[in-house]
């Protein structure tokens, strides 16, 4: 009895350690370092000690392992949600331990297997004897990193301790940026978790900044850096800019204005102001133009990076774009889905685009097709219902209008009323979909609870006219990366098609704005505005396939087309309920992208004129070829750009295809500056009739023709 009671004493004397595991993508590494802790975890005399799974809905099924285990250690714990970024899931992890498992100890560790368990009794010790924070270090006597990285990786490693220490003030502690520690949970309640608004890996340094400024007792323990063993590392360039950022920022708070959108708007205006009154002593007119010619230099030059940005974003932050691939794991079919497919004049392509429609792999009652055209397209009603007919199927419907306008977001509007699913998708008259779309955007929209999915579209033809190349190339980064950026922004400019919708919260917002020549994007403003969930999906094998315009006149007629409709949205004024400011500047910087790309290519030649004509103070030469040389770093992006097209999609590529963008870029650039001015003369004349692309189911022919060469 004795025995019993001084058992129970002991358990209730042992003070609660938890390990914060934060993990995404770590299936193969997962299982064995959750056993090996648990195996620690037993040995341990005065702690009684959990494990905390924080996964960022790991798409290769890390959390399905977890959950696994959990059912049998109980031990083990779960958190899981949408990827935020390292320091989001440790402050989750850390508001979940010290509130749920009433931790008296948190330990931050890696899941890749780099940092070895048995260190952990070593790490409690230090905290029983007085310490706050403890660093598992690999930068003191006794702490080793791994022989076998490379020297970069090293400098790499090295550099980022030198930040921490000497530009962030952290000079006494050698290692900064280690990433197994223990932390007292007294300490974090004396920190104010909620500054620390780092959501990558800069979260570390500043979670150890704040410590110390609190008074916090650090100290180090040696430790041998073991190299992961399977996956890849998740450290991207960008988190490396984010942490010399960050470190700037703890040393010099100041810094943190200079970095904001104003200031830099700001800066634009006194950098024209001291040029005119360094270089010229007066102001003139001669001052005034060359003043204004510097700025205009200068808006083009960050207009042209941001596109660039923009452009790269999946490849340099391509961890957080995989969340955005299709799953590998479908879930079990349970929502509906209604696909409006409006069709004018296309007797031509109507009937591949229905069958292929048709034949999504999806449970027949919970699948519907709604074709929308006005009473007065005979031909194409008349290949509607010959192919109705022949499918032998309730599942189709025709339906016709007879009112204005004649344009799409009436037509989309017309077969809204008609719909009965759950999700309302829309598709175009040439759309080729993938058989799957269904059961992908049914695991999307469950896992993520989204209201809205833009799935993938993409041109195919890119070697019919001169001008599909470059045309292809367009969309290639706007639904593989542009999109993504959009979406983690909070703002998502919808595009035509793939667009997958709740159908209740569109009826919500009035369905499409019929006097909207881009009705795509202004109900994705107009839902953004709403705080509507907005999922991007973009994976090669599924995207939607078309075509490009036939020709350089229906080109011209469909970029005009959609310029007004951007301008028509400026005007609307819906953006301007955004929430942030952020997220205001930038919308507005893509609605005003197109006549801003025509803008940067007027500015080429005149800025060889000035060059040339005008005596020009060294800086204003400098800075007026910065944006032709940003367009040329853009003409090799395109170009590495066709490369990566065609390996993607299985396509044909020669050394003339890169040819053929070097060659036709410039053209293609002044093809699109002369729809932007075709655009704003449409919308001064008050001309928003709908200007119709006509489709030949090009991009239907270049499979087969591929094959045969």
């Known amino acids: 009895m004795i025995k019993n009671s001084t058992l129970a004493q002991d358990i209730c004397l042992k003070k609660n350690a938890v390990v914060v595991l934060p993990t995404y ?43 696994a285990m959990k059912e049998v250690y109980r031990h083990i714990h779960l958190l899981t949600g949408p990827k935020r970024g390292l320091g989001d899931a440790y402050l989750r992890g850390f508001a979940y ?30 905290i029983d004897e007085g310490a706050d924070f403890v660093i598992g270090s690999r930068y003191i006597p006794g702490g080793s990193v791994p022989k076998e990285w490379s020297l970069l ?176 794991n ?91 699913k759950d999700t309302v998708v829309v598709f175009d008259a040439e759309d080729q979909p993938h058989k799957d ?50 979406a983690k922004m909070g703002v998502v400019p919808l595009g035509g098609n793939t667009v997958f919708l709740r159908r209740k919260l569109l009826i919500r917002h009035g369905g499409w704005d019929e006097q909207c020549l881009t009705e795509d994007a202004d109900i994705g403003i107009r839902m953004s505005v709403e705080g509507a969930r907005i999922s991007v999906m973009y994976d090669e094998r599924f995207v939607t396939k078309e075509e490009t315009p036939t020709d350089v006149s229906s080109f011209i007629k469909q970029r005009s087309r959609w310029n007004l409709g951007f301008m028509q949205i400026i005007k609307k004024g819906d953006w301007l309920k955004l929430p942030t400011i952020s997220q205001r500047l930038l919308i507005l910087y893509v609605l005003l992208m197109p006549e801003l790309q025509a803008l940067s290519f007027v500015l080429i030649p005149f800025t060889i004129f000035m060059i040339f004509a005008f005596k020009l103070p060294v800086i204003f030469a400098l800075f007026s070829i910065i944006p032709s040389l940003i367009l040329i770093l853009q003409l090799v992006i395109y170009m590495i750009g066709i490369y990566e097209f065609t390996s993607v999609y299985l396509l044909r590529f020669t050394i003339f295809t890169p040819l053929k963008v070097l060659i036709t870029f410039y053209p293609f650039q002044l093809l699109l500056g002369f729809a932007s001015v075709r655009a704003i003369s449409r919308l001064i004349s008050k001309n928003d009739t709908w200007e119709k692309t006509l489709h030949i189911n090009a991009h239907r022919e270049i499979a087969p023709a591929l094959r045969a060469i």
Request: aromatic share 12%; net charge neutral; hydrophobic share 45%.
């Open 25 to 67: 993508n770590e299936r193969e590494n997962i299982e064995k370092i959750l056993l090996d802790l648990l195996k620690e975890s037993a040995a341990l005399s005065n702690y009684r000690m959990s494990i905390l799974v924080v996964d960022d809905t790991s798409p290769d099924g890390t959390g399905d392992v977890v959950k």
């Open 97 to 126: 331990a010290t509130k749920t498992l009433k931790a008296n100890v948190v330990f931050e560790m890696d899941a890749d297997l780099s940092h070895d368990p048995h260190d952990i009794p070593r790490l409690l010790q230090a």
């Open 153 to 328: 990786r090293k400098i790499n490693s090295k550099f980022g301790n030198i930040f921490a220490r000497h530009i962030a003030g952290l000079s006494s502690i050698n290692d900064c940026t280690s990433g197994y520690r223990a932390i007292s949970t007294s300490l974090l309640r004396r920190v104010n978790l909620s500054e620390l608004d780092v959501s990558g890996y800069a979260f570390q340094m500043n979670l150890l900044f704040a410590s110390v400024r609190r008074g916090a007792v650090v100290r180090e323990v040696p430790i041998q850096f073991r190299d992961r063993v399977h996956g890849e590392s998740k450290i991207r360039l960008s988190d490396i800019t984010e942490f010399i950022r960050q470190a700037f920022f703890l040393r010099f708070p100041f810094l943190k204005l200079l970095y904001s959108v104003r200031f830099l708007m700001s800066l634009s205006v006194a950098l024209m102001i001291i040029s005119i009154i360094y270089f010229t002593g007066a102001v003139s007119a001669h001052d005034l133009f060359l003043a204004g010619f510097f700025l205009f230099s200068f808006l083009m030059a960050m207009q042209g990076i941001l596109n660039i940005y923009f452009m790269l974003y999946a490849w340099e932050d391509g961890e957080s774009t995989v969340h955005d691939g299709a799953p590998r």
């Open 330 to 420: 479908y879930f079990p079919a349970h929502l509906s889905f209604t696909a409006l497919l409006p069709a004018r004049n296309e007797e031509n392509v109507i009937e591949d685009t229905i069958r292929a429609i048709h034949a999504i792999e999806y449970p027949v009652g919970l699948k519907e097709l709604i074709v929308i055209c006005k009473s007065d397209d005979f031909g194409t009603i008349k290949k509607i219902r010959e192919t109705i007919i022949s499918l032998r199927t309730k599942n189709i419907r025709l339906v016709t209008f007879d009112t204005l306008p004649i344009n799409k977001p009436h037509a989309l509007n017309a077969g809204l009323r008609e719909a009965t």
């Open 437 to 486: 779309i269904y059961k992908i955007i049914n695991t999307v929209m469950l896992r993520d609870n989204a209201d809205v999915v833009q799935a993938g579209v993409q041109l195919m033809n890119y070697r019919s006219r001169w001008f599909s190349t470059l045309n292809v190339l367009e969309y290639f980064f706007w639904f593989k990366s542009s999109l993504h950026y959009f």
